[in-house]
């Protein structure tokens, strides 16, 4: 004679669990949707007066006059970008060749070692990175660095014209500096999760230490460096401090990385306590708030796709 099954009644998938972990985990994951759409809503609704004063010309205009109440935030746009590329330039190679080196060809207890100080620079706080900035690297860059950069490459516009310490350089290298750790720690832990399998084979077929590590692991892991540099740069997209101390806080758009520039996150930080003579101002760095909001999702969207179509290839 068959049995019939029976469902479990509600206490009993009370406590196996099921029902609790579902909605307490789906609890979360809507709380973290919430802050995003509230955060976007008062971004928007906070920023009213320029959208309709301005426009779209907000993103394309040079002029910032808050006396006469004019605003455009191409030079912030293109203070940000420009230092947030130029760390990304400095430090991928440097962080995939730390990471390499950790992962494949150093020592496991020297590894360790200086994977732990590597992580402890990440948590430095910003501001320290910004007197470092101002008291160590500038004067090395206006002695050292920028002449000879300038005696060979001096014909290219980005390194014309004179260089007071402050600029887009200094700032795209500090931010290089305090990025490095990032891409380090995450490519190092990625480097390390693939299979030893992968190691093997390429070696029993022939192939040296060096060759095992850039024709084999580092393509199988490729997808994962690629999201290490894009947390990265969403870092260096959202850095305040450290960048304000060293960029030089001129709203200009150059053609030289030596000249003083400006980002958003900067002139948020700068000049948020004077706008309390008229709500236009501060509105105009509430939409420049939004500005760099949506310049990060565009950018993080971007890499999601490029890492999907990486993805879809390996297939």
């Known amino acids: 004679m068959a049995t019939t099954a029976t469902s479990p009644s509600l206490p009993q998938r009370l406590r196996a669990g099921d029902p609790v972990a579902h909605t307490l985990t789906g609890m979360a994951a809507s709380f973290i949707l919430a802050i995003t759409a509230l955060l976007l809503y008062h971004l928007w609704t906070g920023s009213a007066l320029p959208r309709a004063e301005f426009g779209w010309g907000f993103l394309t205009g040079s002029s910032w006059d808050p006396v006469a109440e004019k605003f455009g935030a191409l030079p ?28 494949e060809l150093a020592p496991r207890g020297a590894s360790d070692a200086l994977t732990f100080t590597i992580e402890l620079l990440a948590a430095v706080p910003s501001v320290i990175y910004g007197l470092l900035g101002i008291f160590l690297l500038v004067p ?16 290219l516009p ?8 402050v600029s887009v350089f200094s700032a795209g290298i500090i931010l290089a500096i305090m990025i490095v750790p990032f891409i380090v720690s995450v490519s190092r832990e990625i480097l390390l999760a693939v299979p030893q399998d992968q190691r093997e084979a390429a070696l029993a077929l022939g192939a040296t ?26 870092r260096a997209l959202g850095e305040t401090m450290a960048v304000t101390m060293v960029i ?19 002139v948020i930080a700068n000049e948020w306590a004077e706008t ?40």
């Open 76 to 103: 912030f746009i293109y203070g940000t970008v420009m230092t947030s590329l130029l760390a990304l330039l400095i430090a991928v190679p440097v962080g995939l060749g730390c990471a390499i080196f950790l992962a």
């Open 140 to 155: 090395i860059l206006q002695t050292t660095v920028v002449p000879a950069l300038v005696a060979v490459f001096g014909f």
């Open 158 to 165: 980005i390194f014309q014209g004179p260089f007071q310490g």
């Open 209 to 234: 230490s060096w060759e095992t590590t850039w024709k084999v692991v580092v393509p199988y892991a490729l997808t994962g460096i690629f999201g290490s540099v894009f947390l990265a740069l969403a």
């Open 248 to 266: 030089g806080n001129k709203p200009e758009v150059s053609s030289s990385l030596l000249a003083p520039g400006y980002s958003i996150a900067a």
């Open 276 to 315: 309390s003579s008229g709500a236009m101002h501060q509105q105009v760095l509430i939409e420049l708030g939004l500005v760099l909001f949506a310049l990060t999702v565009v950018i993080n969207g971007v890499a999601r796709l490029l890492i999907l179509s990486m993805k879809g290839g390996k297939k």
